[in-house]
């Protein structure tokens, strides 16, 4: 049931409001306004006025501008007052129930775990451990653990089967005919967009419209695009203007800015207290030594070592993803995701409510890697790294790891991309089929990595560009789709799901 536009934008401005009023924003605010008081151009009989034009020119309301912004940006429109709470995590009660089940598998695999190698969840380093942690904390990867028996929670190729088992039950009958004819590994009929929509929503990477990565490349003088883009940049950077910003890199960052617009679209400004908030879960992976300590360990140590690119930032790897573990703030956004966060009991008081302990926050350890590996070439401080990778995990990246309804969700991504190549490509979709190389068991891993392991650096970066700058993951399908016509001629040829990859 959609609110009428007015109600609806009350429900969001309260929602706002709630929302800023125990940010560190709001009580910098108070105390800008009061320090103004002080000022000599501030009077008594226009107090109000003067103030809030003290808060403009002083570049206070430009903040709070970025911070409602970043809102809009993150949560999603109010249902309506009458809904239950879970469906403004997911409409859909199918979607919910497979999402639950999944969730359950993932923590079964994970108590196996501890029981089969006698390890709890969790426990307390004792002391000689933590200072030994902490004078190695910038050389983790110096470590050699036997992790042999550790296992990966699941792989890439399981979460696609679940996808794959999907099923509306109000269309079992089959009295949706129009639906049945879709020949991919998707059965659930969920509305993705055609190629006219696409267009649309995408309209800035029109032909006719110029893209960093392309334009700017040997064919065409460099002057013609690069100078002006890479002067506006530095013009939309000087406004701090979070909107704009993310207008602007729709087209594609210049390496320089990228690091600084980034931070600028997702309001992160890296202020005393988010350093100090990076300090206090670095104490915490000091002190306690989680089972997914070992997992993230193993992890690193299979994909980051044995990458050209990726190695070198193996201890950023280690510290960024140790520290999310334990970062409980990344809980608020269960309240818009589909997921629930995974819950545990202190042992011998299970089902005591007062006992539960979420553990550990976040679960989707192999794609994690990927996902902060791209960002250690922007960022090299360790807090700030931390910050934009939480914030592009709670925007993006937990979508890619849950099954919903939602456009940016992995479910419509796989979707929109087996339609788009079964309508504009149908004799290679069909080809596929028949060889048993059906397209998405190729392309699911691209989508649910966002293409990190699979793109060079710099082109990943650009894809993540508009990843940001459309708020959206759906150029992930198109790209997936993309890289199919592009290979069109060549993959009409194959016989098999090896030769097709």
């Known amino acids: 049931a959609m609110l009428d536009p007015d109600s609806g934008l009350s429900l969001t401005i309260a929602r706002i409001v709630q929302r800023l009023k125990g940010s560190s924003l709001h009580s910098q605010l108070e105390r800008q306004a009061r320090v103004s008081l002080h000022k000599p151009e501030i009077k008594l009989e226009s107090l109000k006025e003067d103030i809030k034009d003290f808060l403009k020119t002083s570049g206070w309301e430009k903040k709070l501008h970025n911070a409602v912004y ?8 109010p249902c309506h007052p009458a ?68 296992r990966p929670v699941y792989a890439p190729k399981d979460f696609l089967e679940v996808l794959m088992n999907l099923r509306n039950p109000n269309y079992e009958n089959g009295e949706q005919p129009s639906f049945r004819n879709h020949l991919g590994l998707i059965q659930v009929p969920l509305k993705v967009k055609g190629i006219p929509e696409l267009k649309e929503d995408f309209s800035e990477l029109g032909l006719n419209i110029g893209q960093l990565g392309i334009d700017d490349s040997a064919q065409v003088p460099p ?29 594609g960052c210049p390496t320089a800015l990228r690091a600084d617009l980034w931070a600028l679209i997702l309001n992160i400004s890296n202020q ?64 818009y995701s589909s997921a629930t966060p995974p819950k545990s009991y202190i042992r011998g008081k299970l089902g005591m409510e007062e006992y539960a302990v979420f553990y550990p926050p976040n679960v ?47 479910v419509s991504l796989c979707l929109l991309f087996e339609t788009l190549l079964q309508t504009h490509l149908p004799q290679l979709f069909y080809h596929l089929r028949e060889i048993g190389a059906q397209p998405l068991r190729i392309s699911f891993k691209w989508m649910v990595r966002a293409f ?7 082109q990943l970066l650009l894809l993540w560009d508009r990843i940001l700058g459309y708020n959206s993951l759906e150029i992930l399908a198109v790209l997936a789709a993309a890289v199919f016509a592009f290979r069109a001629v060549n993959l009409m040829e194959v016989t098999s799901l090896a030769a097709a990859e």
Not at 70 to 77: I, K, Y
């Open 83 to 150: 809904a239950p709470p879970e469906h403004i995590k997911e409409p859909l009660a199918y979607m919910r129930k497979a999402q639950g089940s999944w969730e359950k598998r993932i923590l079964k695999s994970l108590n196996s775990m501890c029981t089969e190698l006698g390890i709890p969840l969790a426990q307390k380093r004792p002391v000689n451990e933590q200072k030994e942690l902490l004078n190695k904390w910038n050389e983790m990867g110096t470590d050699e653990p036997d992790l042999s028996l550790f």
């Open 272 to 335: 005393p207290e988010d350093i100090l908030y990076y300090e206090q879960l670095k104490s915490n992976v000091i002190q306690h030594d989680l089972l997914v300590d070992s997992l993230i360990y193993k992890d690193v140590k299979l994909t980051a070592s044995n990458d050209d690119y990726y190695f070198v930032f193996e201890d950023y790897l280690y510290q960024v993803l140790l520290c999310f573990s334990r970062d409980t703030s990344v809980l608020e956004h269960f309240a």
């Open 452 to 458: 990190s392991g699979y793109l060079a650096t710099d």
């Open 223 to 251: 002057e013609f695009f690069e100078n002006e883009h890479v002067r506006v940049g530095q013009k939309v950077l000087g406004e701090q203007d979070s909107a704009a910003a993310q207008q602007y890199v729709r087209q």
């Open 364 to 410: 989707n350890y192999n794609s994690f890697i990927l996902s902060v590996a791209p960002l250690c070439f922007l960022y090299h401080e360790p807090s700030k790294l931390y910050q934009v990778f939480r914030e592009m995990y709670v925007r993006f990246f937990f979508r890619l790891h849950s099954i919903s309804s939602h456009a940016s969700g992995i």
């Open 70 to 77: 970043s809102e809009l940006n993150v949560f999603p429109s």
